[in-house]
């Protein structure tokens, strides 16, 4: 079952901040993110587990509400090169079958 | 460069062919996962292999098989082939844990005319 993103797709001035939310209907065991620019393969973001471990990105931030079943990626201080879309991928059983939201769109101005 | 290569970049054919795409993983890398990713369905994951033995299989169709090989290089093979399996088919690899990073290869772009 596919996890919900939100928004569909933002615009941002550099410097300004975002919230993107992925929120599943299921208990998650895991939480991975992903930025893709346009023509280009996924590039891993962070992971986020169930008991609040994170591998990431010292630059990117999220957050996991294991209650919730919901994850946050935070956009800080945005740059031009935070331009594409995120993705999120969602593990339920800690058995490799990630699946992945619709996406969100950010766009980056000057 | 995440270190994942895939071959060929793009493939034009004809409805009822067959073709097959190859991928190579990270070295050191045990595991391969291959996804499929076009406009409606967004990124789908369909089959991941661990040292040579499939492990996980998610939305992949009957008409689509893949292996891994001693060398640890994958091929998915598609059948039959419809216009609705245009896409993008991406290939992933990993050390072989659900939570270990998942690099993506650049992909192959599919047309099925």
């Known amino acids: 079952q596919q996890p919900v993103q939100s928004p569909q797709a933002v615009i941002l001035r550099e410097g300004e901040d975002a919230v993107i939310n992925c929120s599943s209907s299921?208990?998650?065991?895991?939480v991975h993110w992903y930025r893709q620019k346009h023509g280009e393969a996924p590039v891993f973001l962070m992971i986020l587990l169930k008991g609040g471990e994170q591998k990431g990105h010292e630059k990117i931030s999220a957050s996991f509400n294991e209650k919730k079943q919901q994850s946050s990626l935070y956009l800080t201080a945005s740059q031009l090169s935070y331009s594409g879309t995120y993705f999120c991928g969602t593990d339920r059983a800690n058995d490799y079958k990630l699946s992945f939201g619709a996406g969100t769109t950010v766009t980056v101005r000057a | 460069d995440s270190g994942v290569t895939q071959t060929p970049k793009h493939l034009i054919t004809a409805t009822g062919q067959r073709v097959t795409l190859r991928c190579s993983p990270r070295s050191g890398d045990l595991s391969v996962y291959w996804y499929q990713q076009s406009l409606d369905q967004g990124l789908q994951f369909l089959i991941q292999?661990?040292?040579?033995?499939?492990?996980a299989k998610g939305n992949i169709l009957e008409r689509f098989s893949a292996q891994q090989f001693p060398d640890l290089h994958s091929e998915l093979n598609l059948s039959s082939l419809e216009l609705g399996d245009s896409a993008l088919y991406f290939c992933a690899s990993n050390a072989g844990t659900p939570t270990d990073t998942q690099y993506f290869g650049p992909g192959t772009r599919l047309t099925v005319l």
């Open positions: 292999y661990y040292n040579g033995e499939e492990r």
């Open positions: 299921k208990a998650l065991y895991s």
